[in-house]
């Protein structure tokens, strides 16, 4: 032993105590021994603590070993007490060793206080050890009992036979309930035979995330992600699943899904809504020019005023009625596809801003892009299609954060201004992504106009179209760190009124 | 320069603007197709007859600027506007601009050949106003400042008493001047004078 074994000796012969002393210094254990007399000082000692192993005569003049023993059991129920004495009957030696002695040695007999110390201090030892292991273990089942999620080991028979609090906390259950449960009774997907597979793929995989389903005692079923690790521990195998209750971020999700869906549906109606007005348009010019060269042509028959002319004459008022049949067609189909009542009334940009942002919120995360919005201190009031504006913004928005796919992740970010310059609000939304083409940033604008693979090249057309429509503009700039910025203005309220009926 | 009217179309569809000529041809009236609100202002000859017909979207100057540019060259020439998507707004500004019409696009032929008589009703209205109004002036520019002055106070309503106290010259003097001016404007009574006064643009020269 490296340092040596501090003793406290209760001893009146200073002579015996010497002896013991000697006696293990000779077998190579140092000591360095305190001798006490009294109860007094012995109960001192005791309270000042500090020693490894106790030994104490059993009859002293002025104190004696029992009390000696129940003291110390009492103060310091982990030092090994051994009783050194000159004469000690079986009685009492029994007596010694059931009232909580380590041992003892008689004084005549002095050699054998070498393994008796060397013993106690082992045991000793191992008593610490026991106790820190325990503690170790309590603090685990604390740890444990206090995560957010529920955790189960299970062994191959699908028995549960740990669960921590979360576990009850999130099933309704006691532990003493679940602890007679097999995993089909929580969980409905997992009957016998679904078991016995998922135990097999587990102990080849050795862990399995999964998402699944938990019903609670009340008969609630809850969407839960399940994190299953599979170890073998004194030559059996066991489960131990981590469980987290996902009900909120299921809700959250479907909830954007849904969102998204909306959205989708938004911007397909509109731009097939352009795309027919657009051809409408085209077409209804030519029948236009129809019409009128056929009214032109029966005028100048019907003026010739000959007989042989009489069915030219006719046919050429079918062509006329025909192309204004067709034309009447177009128009309704144009005024069908675009909603000729568009619904303006006074909006207030930067809540269209926030609410597009809103609405792309969940794709930017998806994307691990970061939307910034900076909007100016005034709540300036527009006269506008408030879905219109929104489906500008968030096209630009979408435009933004698919600009960026190839863009290193801290750099994603979009930033969104508005400001007030002049009669007009300008807002913008910039990227860090690709860029412009280059050359004629103009003719992105143009109809059917795309740099992306599978785009249509109506978004920005619309967009265009959209706010030009509310007496603004759109236009585009390439960032001098790269990316670009996408400009649009909207003339500020009092000015649009005027010019509105 | 022809006396004839001519009907002036712009449009710039090339399709749109010959059919409509084709069309206003076979009802008897010149027509004449232009590109552009641009060629037709380098194109057309002040007091030229007739009427304009014009679309509303073109590239280049719009039909609404067209009627705004004519009207602020004092052109007098009627407007007829047309457009495949009536929006209020355009309505407005082109009716308050003194159009003839708005025609929607496809109009039906009769409106159309309505449009064209009115306009160039008013158009040849607007050149008989604008001939005798030539001629009251020549006949004007024949009096002296003094009898101009007199004609002046009798169309104001005043009687030869007060005239003559006001320029300070005898009634007599005012008679003789009274005479001279029914006479070189060829009327003869202070209602034909009035008439002809507003007929000729003389009051708003006065002022």
């Known amino acids: 032993m490296d340092s040596p074994v501090r003793i406290l000796h209760l001893e009146d012969d200073p002579a015996d105590a010497e002896l013991v002393r000697a006696t293990l210094e000779g077998a190579g254990i140092a000591c360095q021994t305190t001798r006490v007399e009294t109860g007094g000082e012995f109960r001192q000692a005791l309270a000042e603590g500090g020693y490894d192993t106790i030994l104490a005569d059993y009859r002293l003049p002025a104190y004696d070993g029992v009390s000696a023993l129940q003291l110390t059991r009492e103060l310091r129920p982990d030092v090994p007490f051994i009783f050194v004495s000159g004469a000690m009957g079986e009685d009492a030696a029994i007596e010694a060793l059931t009232g909580g002695a380590t041992d003892y040695v008689l004084k005549h007999k002095l050699s054998l206080v070498v393994p008796a110390v060397k013993r106690a201090l082992r045991e000793a030892e191992n008593a610490r050890e026991r106790k820190r292991a325990e503690a170790n273990i309590a603090l685990r089942n604390f740890a444990l009992d206090n995560v957010q999620e529920s955790a189960f080991l299970i062994g191959e028979d699908a028995r549960l036979y740990y669960v921590n609090e979360g576990a009850c906390r999130t099933l309704g259950y006691t532990r003493e309930e679940l602890l007679g449960m097999r995993v089909a009774d929580i969980a409905p997907d997992f009957p016998a035979e679904r078991w016995a597979r998922h135990w097999n793929e587990l102990k080849s995989r050795r862990s399995l995330t999964f998402e699944g389903r938990h019903r609670t005692k009340d008969g609630r079923v809850l969407p839960v992600e399940i994190s299953d690790n599979y170890f073998e521990y004194d030559g059996r195998g066991h489960a131990m699943a981590l469980v987290r209750d996902i009900t909120e971020r299921k809700r959250a999700e479907e909830k954007l899904q849904q969102m998204e869906l909306q959205l989708a549906h938004v911007a397909r109606l509109s731009t097939m809504g352009e795309m027919v007005a657009g051809i409408a348009h085209e077409l209804n010019q030519p029948l236009y020019a129809i019409l009128n060269y056929a009214k032109a042509a029966r005028n100048f028959l019907a003026a010739k005023g000959a007989d042989e002319l009489e069915p030219l004459c006719e046919w050429s008022e079918e062509i006329a009625d025909t192309a204004r049949w067709a034309a009447d067609v177009v128009k309704r189909l144009r005024s069908f596809a675009r909603r000729t009542d568009s619904e303006r009334s006074r909006c207030r940009i930067n809540h269209i801003v926030r609410e597009s942002l809103g609405l792309v919120d969940f794709a930017a995360r998806r994307a691990h892009v970061v939307l910034e919005a900076q909007l100016c201190p005034e709540s300036p009031v527009v006269w506008a299609d408030r879905v219109e504006l929104q489906q500008v913004l968030v096209n630009l928005l979408q435009n933004a954060l698919e600009a960026m796919q190839d863009t290193m992740p801290e750099k994603r970010r979009v930033t969104v201004q508005t400001a007030v310059a002049g009669g007009a609000i300008e807002f913008s939304v910039a990227d860090h992504g690709v860029g412009l083409p280059a050359g004629d940033h103009q003719s992105l604008f143009d109809p059917f106009v795309t740099t992306k693979p599978g785009g249509l090249g109506m978004g920005l057309a619309i967009s265009k179209t959209i706010l030009e429509a509310h007496g603004g503009r759109l236009w585009a700039v390439p960032n001098p760190a790269g990316g670009a910025t996408f400009h649009g203005t909207l003339p500020l309220v009092d000015e649009i009124q005027t010019d509105a009926d | ?207």
């Open chain 2, 1 to 207: 320069m022809p006396t004839e009217p001519t009907v002036f179309v712009v449009d710039d569809q090339e399709q749109a603007r010959k059919s409509v000529c084709a069309l206003v041809r076979s009802m008897g009236v010149r027509g004449e197709a232009f590109s552009s609100g641009e060629e037709f202002l380098r194109r057309y000859v002040r007091d030229e007859p007739g009427c304009l017909v014009t679309d509303v979207r073109m590239l280049g100057m719009s039909g609404l600027e067209l009627q705004q540019k004519l009207a602020a060259e004092m052109v007098r020439l009627p407007v007829i506007v047309m457009t495949a998507y009536p929006a209020t707004r355009v309505v407005v500004r082109a009716m308050a601009a003194g159009a003839i019409t708005l025609l929607e696009k496809p109009y039906e032929e009769e409106e159309l050949w309505d449009a064209i008589r009115r306009a160039l009703a008013k158009d040849a209205a607007q050149r008989a106003g604008l001939e005798r109004q030539r001629e009251v002036q020549l006949r004007a520019s024949q009096l002296t400042p003094e009898e101009r002055r007199v004609m002046n106070m009798i169309v104001s309503g005043m009687p030869n008493k007060t005239i003559a106290k006001r320029l300070d010259v005898s009634l007599r003097t005012v008679e003789n001047r009274r005479r001279e001016v029914f006479a070189k404007m060829g009327v003869d009574s202070v209602a034909g004078l009035v008439r002809l006064v507003i007929e000729g643009g003389l009051d708003e020269a006065r002022i």
